[in-house]
């Protein structure tokens, strides 16, 4: 059977991720489009239609947030794989948030560096998921086993229209939020005698890091193109899109290390 020629256009590399429903061979067409891209073998950024959803598995079942069954803080097996599932889920969806940025914005005038930081950053969630699917295999579970909620894409679908906003809402609100809370469930793994799930999580974060500071750098690099003041407009950003308040406490430390100050989010939105 004759396979069809992998994309050579990285826009279409990009759509291809998003189509892709299975999450391990998600991640796997995540990694092997950022090879294809470092290695010169897809040549030009193009252009494409981006699905309004990515395409998912059949499973997990998809609930609102609230209708999420609370875990236990009790030391069990059961506990670790609901905080591993939870965890995997948001790595998927930011698999496919790294690929929707490039596709749904291609055909934009941007730097390469742009696209080679997006690039990255899906590798990155991609390798992060598959160490979370490795992690629940150990523990005899899977991605799918339990519910998910079906609220983090809400942030893509807000910012759609505009690339300002959603650099604004997904590096410098979500992703700025794993910084905050990933140390505990770093710590908390440790509780558990589970060292090889924290030494995941210490990858995580260390990446996440990196990946706030490539969201805080393309949104400041926008905001001199449109003669803006990055941090007012990153507030009346939040306000108009982000629904919640941001809840301290911040790891101040860490999002110092991405370049993304307390001016941003020390003083309430307003």
């Known amino acids: 059977m004759n396979l069809p020629a992998p994309p050579t256009v990285l826009a279409e590399a990009a759509a291809a991720v998003l189509g892709t429903a299975g999450a391990c061979a998600k991640a796997a067409a995540s990694r092997a489009a950022a090879a294809r891209w470092r290695a010169g073998e ?27 069954p609370k875990r236990r803080a009790a030391a069990t097996r059961e506990t670790r794989v609901a905080l591993l599932h939870a965890i995997a889920h948001i790595e998927l969806n930011a ?25 990255r950053v899906g590798d990155d969630e991609a390798k992060h998921f ?21 609220g983090l894409w809400q942030a893509a679908h807000e910012t759609r229209h505009d690339l ?29 005698g589970d060292a090889g799930s924290a030494r995941v999580l210490r990858i995580i974060y260390r990446d996440e890091i990196g990946h706030v500071a490539v969201g805080r750098r393309w949104f400041e690099w926008l905001c001199a193109q449109r003669g803006l003041a990055p941090v007012e407009t990153w507030k009346a950003l939040v306000k108009q899109h982000f629904k919640g308040a941001l809840k301290p406490p911040f790891n101040d430390e860490a999002r110092a290390a991405a370049g993304f100050s307390n001016a941003y989010y020390g003083a309430p939105n307003a």
């Open 42 to 68: 897809i040549a030009s950024v193009g252009a494409t239609e981006t699905p309004e959803r990515p395409s998912r598995p059949p499973r997990p079942d998809l609930r609102p947030p609230r209708e999420m």
């Open 130 to 150: 598959l160490l979370l699917a490795d992690r629940l295999g150990a523990l005899g579970a899977a991605y799918g086993d339990l519910p998910a909620h079906d």
């Open 164 to 192: 300002l906003a959603r650099l604004a809402i997904v590096p410098l609100v979500l992703e700025a939020r794993g910084l905050d809370v990933t140390p505990a469930m770093i710590a908390r793994f440790e509780r558990l």
């Open 95 to 119: 698999v496919d948030l790294a690929w929707d940025i490039v596709a749904r914005f291609a055909a934009q005038e941007l730097p390469r560096g742009f696209f080679d930081d997006w690039v």
